[in-house]
């Protein structure tokens, strides 16, 4: 059973404390770093700062390139609760935002903001809180969270996280204790600034409301131990208690388990037993956040080991790169032949092997050994001593984690609690074989992630690829149903074909309902058409699966063999259309003949790409030009339904993409015609019109809202990015300039039109018509 | 400038796997010598054709599977098996037995399962049985100590037993086995054995003079080296090299079986001091059952093996054919590791169940 807050609390107060197993002694060597005073370092010409510096998400960047910044000034903001944001750490010009090696021990660049600092290190405005207590805690979780605060003494856990809790606090843990050998960041930082660290418990305290609150520092800092108890002393709640000097007593989890004899469940986090720990470092920094409204910008750096001649704790400012601290303290390069630099301790700390590595807010030591501080090692086999055993504050059996990691056997590792070594590297230190135990266990971990990722990403494939072969199957099926009506409806056409006189005026209320139909359909698609472009682009940006992509990539090939069997049933579709003209010169409209090739020419490109309307094909070459249109206007109708069912589907497939190309091209050149239909009577008007008077405003007015529309048509079909728009362009070219009934003074006016409309779009259009473009396109 | 690559820890612990096998090598001095002084100096010419062999043998099998032998040989832990072999067989043997049983424990045990970690037998005992059943004559021609013998014999004697079977003064092993009286000597375990044998009773048997006078039931010469070896075996665990929990449960196994079985019959059983200090259970204890590589790894399962060790010392010793039965108790209990290394998992932090067992592995 969990031991309880009554048994904790009288055991602390008798001095007693538990333990945790294993663990070890390694040389301390403190006293390299811990005699100075923290000094502060000059400003960096240029300074890296990492975007993401924290476990979770980063924010999104509101700075541009170019820009100045003043210190204390948010660079990213993110609604996302695990977000942190990250501040310029001085004022300057931000000179770049672009990939930086990052200091994580893959080196692997990331997204970093380069600052050109100016010298001046002038403040952006601040704004403290001084009456904590009377705030909501929300105001104060957003006031530490919009401060960039995330835990500082590792891991790097976003602060406001752990202080959201609503779960009961029993004991807040304020961790000094600093195990790790060679730092002494915590250690100076508590002996200068006690108060403050006080001030920032205060904080804690008032927004977690535990019933104890313990500061643990191990035995080895005396003088922080007595600092922070003459600044706790006043408090009856805070308890400053001395821990043993162990490595790695100051482990959260054992730390947790010395103060409390309670274990963090495996998968749990402290507070499953009551329990929220903060670094002191981080309690400087709430405190700095709430009362002097300062962000994290800067943090005690040890910089240590024999390769420096000025080791001792710096204030350094975040995204500093350790090339410029190394010269500032002195750095020796020939006392290493290995030259080797470490973030963070001999312990935890990895090397980096760049020097532009910037400091971010968990970096609390910059290690540079000499070659004889820290051998290099040379692996020899396991002799299953167990030494690693004895000293693993987890309780895991490292030899057999090594044996099984070694042998790509994840899954018997994870069975040995792979997950549950917290990479203290005890184990590794004791290893007479010299096996670097922490690597063989980092990479495992990092394959079973990346199997677990690879299965969960099969899974989806598998997944999608399922619900896709079931849409595909109720499609057909939908399509094959289609077929059968319309077939019931063509054996319908053929039987009433006999009656003549019927046949006419069944013909001529046809003509007139697609002549209705026509424009109401042109004006809608005109509407409706930016609709459809923004329906249509974003699932091909955003296919990212395989399968999908290969359908695209079909799409495309068939695409070329299409448009060219469409040109060719365009001509024969326009020569038809010709031939009926002359027939019927007398009683038909410039509207009509427009209208009807195009349907009859659109309904070819349907017929070629979509198998579903090829039986209509040979009624349509067939028939006589008063049944010719009644059939378009079918195919109209029927097409639309369809249309409108593709297109807010999320996954394309290649039907789909066709027939949409197809609804794409026909309402292009809808519009076009409409377009220029409208323009050719504006031409006529203003042919006459300018006549009188060249320049008359109204005129200008009235004829530039058209112009706009078939500025707006042309720009559509000019788009190269929009695939369909080239063949259908070339369509309207076709119909524009081979139009039968078009007289040449039409073209000319058309022409002008045209001409006009472009300069007008280019002039005064300029500002809404690429606007619309762009909406067009996203 | 640019920084190399490495993993952390960067800082270790002063003692690789070399210090440690020197260090087993130390502890083992003070036995050795004190076998020297009691049974002559076969025993320090068996240990330099043990290493002579061991090092031969380990560096040709490391060059023949292409690994670095230099680097091999630096952990010397060869020349710890060969060690322990040596000191574990009669002095006077004769020299091929020696290099047979190193040869086998070097070339057979240790390597051909895979070299230094993967071995599941401990080489010296594996080598040790198979000398015992192969050549049972050579290997039970134990020497009284020099005190005891009628012929005394000095190194050059020993080298010329070794290697010729005969003294420079021409005496046959057996005539050196004889003691002051002309009788055949016998190690004290097996002089009890045989007299309880014959009939005697345990308190008669122990009358024999190999066996100390004040002290009931301690062997004059075996009884000093075995306190030797103790003094090197707790050294070992005090510098940490091994743990204690073999060593207390293999002795604490040994003596609780004794001491229930003589109280059940004084006269058949000896007693548990008997047991402890007369063969070569201390040793055993201490240096063999220890090894690392073939040894269970958990505190816990180090317990139940050293226990499993001294029931089956006890058995083999009082019902079992053999006067004493270290080796085969080891060797038995090698076989027995994974099973108890398996169900002997210590609870991990975090996690309810005792042994990682219940739980099945968790997910990052």
Not at chain 1, 179 to 196: F, G, K, N, V
Not at chain 1, 379 to 402: H, M, N, S, T, Y
Not at chain 2, 172 to 198: F, H, N, R, W
Not at chain 2, 209 to 226: E, L, P, R
Request: proline residues 6%; charged residues 20%; hydrophobic residues 40%.
């Amino acid at each position: 059973m969990q031991t309880s807050y009554e048994q904790i609390v009288h055991k602390i107060d008798s001095d007693e404390l538990w333990d945790f197993p294993g663990g070890i002694y390694p040389p301390e060597r403190k006293e390299i770093s811990n005699l100075q005073p923290i000094a502060t370092l000059p400003i960096p010409e240029k300074l890296y700062v990492t975007v993401k510096q924290h476990k979770g998400v980063e924010g999104n960047l509101i700075v541009e390139v170019g820009q100045q910044v003043l210190k204390g000034q948010a660079l990213s903001k993110s609604a996302n609760p695990f977000a942190v944001p990250i501040h310029a750490p001085t004022s300057g010009k931000i000179s770049a935002i672009r990939k930086h090696v990052s200091p994580h021990p893959s080196g692997i660049p990331e997204l970093s903001i380069e600052i050109e600092t100016d010298g001046q290190d002038t403040w952006t405005e601040l704004s403290p809180t001084l009456d904590y207590q009377n705030q909501p805690k929300i105001d104060l979780l957003t006031k530490i969270c919009d401060a960039g605060i995330s835990g500082m003494g590792g891991a790097g856990f976003p602060s406001h996280i752990k202080l959201s809790t609503s779960k009961k606090v029993e004991f807040l843990i304020i961790n000094g204790v600093e195990c790790e050998p060679y730092i002494t960041s915590d250690d100076r930082l508590m002996r200068e600034h006690a108060w403050q660290i006080r001030q920032g418990i205060d904080v804690l305290t008032h927004m977690v409301q535990p019933q104890q609150v313990f500061i643990a520092i191990e035995k080895n800092k005396p003088e922080a131990i007595e600092a922070l108890q003459i600044a706790c002393r006043e408090n009856p709640l805070y308890q400053v208690v001395e821990i043993p000097t162990k490595y790695p007593s100051g482990g959260e989890k054992q730390l947790i388990q010395i103060l409390t004899n309670r274990e963090v469940p495996a998968q749990g986090l402290p507070i499953d037993v009551g329990v929220i720990s903060h670094n002191v470092g981080t309690c400087f920094a709430v405190a700095d956040a709430i009362f002097s409204g300062k962000p994290l910008i800067q943090r005690v750096t040890t910089v240590t080991g024999e390769a420096v001649s000025k080791p001792a704790n710096y204030w350094t400012l975040i995204g500093t790169p350790i090339k410029h601290i190394l010269n500032e303290c002195g750095y020796q390069a020939s006392s290493q032949k290995q030259a080797r630099a470490i973030i963070g301790g001999p312990m935890m700390g990895f090397t980096v092997t760049d020097e532009l590595v910037p400091i971010i807010k968990t970096s609390n030591c910059v290690l540079v050994p000499a070659d004889s501080e820290m051998a290099e090692l040379n692996e020899q086999a396991c002799i299953r001593c167990g030494a690693c055993a004895d000293v693993c504050p987890a309780g895991l059996l490292p030899q057999q984690l090594f044996w099984h990691a070694k042998a790509k056997e994840l899954d018997k590792a994870q069975e040995y609690n792979l997950f549950d070594c917290i990479e203290c590297g005890a184990c590794a230190y004791v290893c007479p074989s010299e096996i670097p135990l922490v690597h063989y266990y980092r990479v495992a971990k990092a394959d079973i992630r990346n199997e677990l990722d690879e299965k969960q990403q099969a899974d989806k494939a598998r997944e999608r690829f399922e619900k896709r072969a079931a849409r595909l199957k109720a499609e057909q099926a939908a399509r094959d149903e289609k077929h059968r009506l319309a077939a019931e409806a063509r054996k319908q056409a053929m039987e009433s074909k006999g009656n003549n006189a019927k046949d006419k005026i069944a013909a001529a209320l046809a003509r007139a309902k697609a002549k209705k139909q026509g424009l109401a359909a042109a004006d809608s698609n005109l509407d409706t058409k930016s609709e459809i472009n923004s329906q249509k682009t974003p699932p091909i940006e955003s296919n990212d699966e395989p399968t999908q992509k290969h359908e695209i990539v079909d799409a495309a090939t068939e695409k070329p063999s299409a448009s060219s069997n469409q040109r060719v049933q365009a001509a024969i579709a326009r020569a038809k259309a010709k031939k009926a003209a002359v027939a019927t010169k007398s009683n038909q409209t410039p509207e009509i003949t427009t209208e009807q090739e195009k349907s009859s020419s659109g309904s070819l490109n349907i017929e070629n790409q979509d198998e579903n309307i090829v039986e209509s094909k040979p009624i349509v070459h067939e028939a006589t030009k008063v049944s010719d249109v009644p059939r378009t206007v079918v195919q109209q109708d029927t097409k639309k339904p369809e249309q409108e069912s593709v297109s807010p589907s999320h996954e394309e497939n290649s039907d789909n993409q066709i027939s949409q190309n197809i609804a794409e091209q026909k309402q292009a050149k809808v519009a076009a015609a409409v377009a220029k239909a409208k323009a050719k009577r504006e031409a006529q008007k203003k042919a006459k019109a300018s006549e009188i008077q060249i320049t008359k405003p109204l005129a200008k007015e009235k004829s530039l809202a058209n112009e706009k529309t078939l500025a707006q048509v042309e720009q559509l079909a000019e788009d190269p990015n929009n695939q369909q728009e080239s063949s259908s362009k070339q369509n309207i070219e076709h119909s524009a300039i081979e139009d039968p009934l078009v007289t040449k003074k039409r073209r000319i006016a058309v022409a002008v039109a045209k001409a006009k409309a472009k300069r007008q779009a280019e002039k005064t259009v300029e500002n809404s018509a690429p606007k619309e473009n762009k909406e067009d396109k996203s | 400038m640019n920084f190399k690559l490495a993993s952390s820890p960067h800082q270790h612990a002063n003692r690789d796997l070399g210090q440690v096998m020197k260090l087993v090598i130390l502890c083992l001095v003070p036995g050795i010598l004190m076998q020297t002084w009691f049974f002559g100096w076969g025993t320090i010419i068996q240990v330099i054709l043990a290493v002579i062999t061991a090092t031969v043998t380990e560096a040709a099998i490391l060059e023949l599977r292409k690994r670095d032998f230099e680097r091999a040989l630096k952990d010397y832990s060869a020349i710890v098996t060969a060690i322990l072999l040596a000191i574990s067989i009669p002095p006077f043997a004769p020299w091929w037995v020696i290099v047979i049983g190193t040869f086998f424990a070097i070339a057979i045990v240790k390597q051909l399962y895979g070299g230094l970690g993967f071995n599941i037998f401990n080489p010296a005992m594996a080598a040790y049985v198979m000398l015992l059943v192969s050549f049972p004559v050579q290997m039970t021609q134990w020497l009284p100590p020099v005190n005891l013998a009628q012929y005394t014999h000095d190194f050059w004697d020993a080298l010329s037993v070794i290697f010729t079977s005969y003294s420079v003064e021409g005496f046959s092993i057996a005539q050196l086995k004889t003691d002051i009286d002309g009788v055949t000597m016998a190690t004290p375990l097996d002089t009890v054995k045989t007299s309880l044998i014959q009939g005697f009773t345990y308190s008669e048997g122990l009358e024999h003079k190999i066996f100390d006078s004040v002290v009931t039931g301690v062997g004059v010469a075996s009884s000093w080296v075995s306190l030797a070896y103790l003094a090197g075996g707790l050294f070992l665990i005090k510098q940490k090299v091994i743990n204690w929990h073999i060593p207390v449960s293999m002795l604490a196994g040994l003596f609780v079986c004794a001491l229930f079985m003589s109280l059940v019959d004084s006269d058949v059983y000896p007693s548990s001091i008997f047991h402890l200090l007369n063969g070569s259970i201390i040793i055993g204890a201490f240096f063999i059952a220890t090894d690392p590589v073939s040894a269970s790894t958990t505190n816990k399962g180090r317990l139940i093996f050293g226990a499993a060790i001294g029931v089956w010392v006890y058995i083999i010793r009082t019902w079992g054919g053999y006067p004493d039965a270290i080796a085969f108790a080891v060797v038995i209990m090698n076989m027995a590791v994974p099973l108890i290394d398996y169900y002997t998992r210590p609870r991990t932090y975090g996690h309810q169940a005792p042994n990682a067992l219940k739980s099945k592995g968790k997910q990052p």
